[in-house]
């Protein structure tokens, strides 16, 4: 369920035209990725939702195609069916 919110919120972003948001947001450091927050603006939202796919996305490189959240939600999806 999680990772489907994540992925709706991902798309009104880049519908939005802010994946990733310019200029970023001030105070928002790059290992940021609590997206969940939603009682902040929404541009930090979107920042820290794009923080959290550049974290995926090192994850991936470095265990070597599929990162330890896609992994935990595919198998998660697995175990519903």
Do not use: H, K
């Not at 009104?12 to 994946?19: G, K």
């Not at 930090?44 to 470095?62: G, I, K, T, W």
């Amino acid at each position: 369920m999680e990772e489907s919110v994540r992925n709706a919120m991902v798309s009104a972003f880049q519908r939005l035209d802010m994946w990733p948001p310019r200029p970023p947001p001030a105070g928002v450091c790059m290992e940021d990725c609590s997206y969940v927050d939603v009682s902040v603006p929404l541009a930090v939202v979107a920042q820290r939702a794009y923080n959290d796919e550049l974290r995926r996305a090192r994850d991936a490189s470095e265990v070597g195609g599929i990162s330890s959240d896609i992994r935990r939600a595919m198998t998660a999806a697995f175990l519903v069916d």
